[in-house]
């Protein structure tokens, strides 16, 4: 077998390898939606060297031909629908519209001569362009996210299109056969083929690299989020406080803790059920979220009980904000039992780790109670 079906063979394992890689993305992740596009990529492209060795050797190479460059192109069109899909951005129009003309240009062509300039560029005419359209796209992310991965991508998929572009010039200069059957035997094929096969490989591992680390973010969201109130939960808090404290640190600046707990809160459970208890909760998590300074960090550590971490501010800025969030627990809402929360303060001190921070926080809360609840323990009054 000469070097080129080799080529086509290995693009074909190629193909098939990364199919089933998208398509267990798709499965286990199914948020993860422009994994479907690019499993649909390699497996309808799976089908273009299979044609291409089926011109090589079938008796019939013209329905290979035509299944060839028609499975190209929709493998192209999915391509740029899931790069369209993974930037956040409506599928483009114009997709559509250069895989319809190409194919309309494909019937053209059929009695073309294949070494010509003109045949080439037409031929890759649809390669080229999507693969424009998805540098356009990465541009446009790097853009709006300052993401250097996108960047990354972004010159993958300008060489790419570089390749296919200038793939006709070369066809034109070294010969790439009159017939398909002759270039499938042709050293131009085997250059097309493996070249390809690298730039394919390239992109296809780029996308894939872009849509686990979407896998690992939104893993790591869900696992530092409490479902109930969405907002951090314990471990997500304590990751985040801990660089929001080196970063106060740094920088030469006050950051204080108020920990909340709401007064009988068994009760409530008691009285109105769990259902109502969660939504208790629920309102009180969306209660902080609305009240607290944009930058500050809240969380729910368990139970009843929350947390918020104000970077930027002292003692007296901290009591303030505290007592706004007392007065803003007792007004939930209608349809939610009237509930109170007591809270403690506590200002980081130079030797101060988060769990001393949150310690003496804590203990403040619990003075709170003890002097009646529904309060803020040191009162506001006293902590300017």
């Known amino acids: 077998m000469s070097g080129a079906v080799y080529a086509l063979i290995v693009n074909a394992c190629v193909a098939m390898l990364f199919a089933a890689t998208f398509a267990v993305l798709r499965a286990s992740y199914p948020q993860q939606r422009a994994s479907g596009w690019f499993c649909a990529t390699y497996a309808i492209g799976l089908f273009s060297p299979l044609s291409e060795l089926g011109v090589r050797f079938a008796s019939t190479p013209a329905l290979f031909t035509a299944t060839s460059y028609l499975t190209l192109v929709l493998s192209m069109l999915c391509f740029t629908l899931g790069v369209a899909q993974l930037s956040g951005r409506r599928p483009p129009r114009a997709a559509a519209a250069i895989a319809v003309v190409a194919l309309f240009g494909r019937v053209m062509l059929v009695d073309g001569a294949r070494n010509s300039i003109g045949y080439g560029l037409v031929y890759q005419f649809p390669f080229y362009t999507m693969l424009l359209l998805c540098t356009v796209m990465a541009i446009r992310a790097v853009r709006e996210r300052r993401d250097p991965s996108w960047a990354a991508l972004g010159i993958i998929f300008a060489v790419t299109a570089s390749h296919f572009l200038v793939k006709p010039f ?36 780029a996308v894939l690299l872009m849509i686990v680390r979407a896998v690992l973010r939104s893993t790591r969201a869900e696992s530092e989020t409490d ?27 006050a950051i204080a803790a108020i920990m909340l707990d709401l007064d009988h809160f068994k009760q409530v459970n008691d009285r109105f059920g769990h259902a109502t208890g969660d939504a208790v909760l629920q309102a009180v998590g969306q209660a902080l979220t609305r009240t607290a300074p944009r930058d500050a960090l809240i969380a729910r550590l368990g139970g009843e009980e929350f947390v918020a971490l104000l970077g930027g501010t002292g003692f007296g800025g901290a009591a303030r904000v505290a007592e706004e969030f007392r007065v803003a627990v007792t007004r939930l809402g209608p349809g939610l039992p009237p509930v109170t929360v007591s809270g403690g303060i506590a200002e980081l001190r ?18 709170a109670k003890q002097a009646g609840r529904d309060r803020i323990y040191p009162a506001p009054s006293s902590a300017t």
């Open 170 to 205: 070369f066809a034109a200069a070294f010969g790439s056969g009159a017939t398909m059957r002759d270039y499938a035997a042709s050293s131009y094929a085997l250059f097309s083929q493996a070249l390809g096969g690298l730039l394919t490989i390239a992109s296809a591992l």
């Open 227 to 253: 479902m109930l109130t969405c907002i951090a939960n314990r471990r997500g808090f304590e990751r985040r406080a801990a660089g929001l404290i080196a970063l106060s640190r740094r920088e030469g600046q």
């Open 350 to 367: 130079p030797h101060d780790t988060l769990v001393t921070l949150l310690d003496r926080a804590d203990r403040q809360a619990y003075e």
